[in-house]
Nanobody
């Protein structure tokens, strides 16, 4: 079974930084696509960033471009989200997602991904 385990959330002041991690295990996708989503109370879950595990292509939501960076360490089977210049509107539960997708960067909807982590809370004040 595919397992995704996030860590790294917390509470920070506006302008601060956090790095989220997601350890992935058990997958056998031929074209693994990884993504970070977030969901604030009362709002839809939205994609923050995606990364094609094999090709390394990335894409970002407009709201985080220039502030967040998605990356991976293949040797550790770990996905990261470096978040800088955090704003109060970044406050949300952040989820790691995985799926085998041939067109990773265009897969922006929750329904595109079948595997999810438990989430990690990020609070910016």
């Amino acid at each position: 079974d595919v397992q995704l385990v996030e860590s790294g959330g917390g509470s920070v002041q506006a302008g601060g930084s956090l790095r989220l991690s997601c350890v992935v295990s058990g997958y056998s996708f031929t074209r693994p696509c990884m993504a970070w989503f977030r969901q604030a109370p009362g709002k839809e879950r939205e994609r923050v960033a995606s990364l094609s595990w094999i090709g390394g292509d990335t894409t970002y939501a407009d709201s985080v471009k220039g502030r967040f960076t998605i990356s991976k360490d293949s040797a550790k089977n770990t996905l990261y989200l470096q978040m800088n210049s955090l704003k109060p509107e970044d406050t949300a539960m952040y989820y790691c997602a995985a799926e085998g997708l041939p067109r990773c960067i265009v897969a922006k909807w929750r329904r595109n991904f079948g595997y999810w982590g438990q989430g990690t809370q990020v609070t910016v004040s």
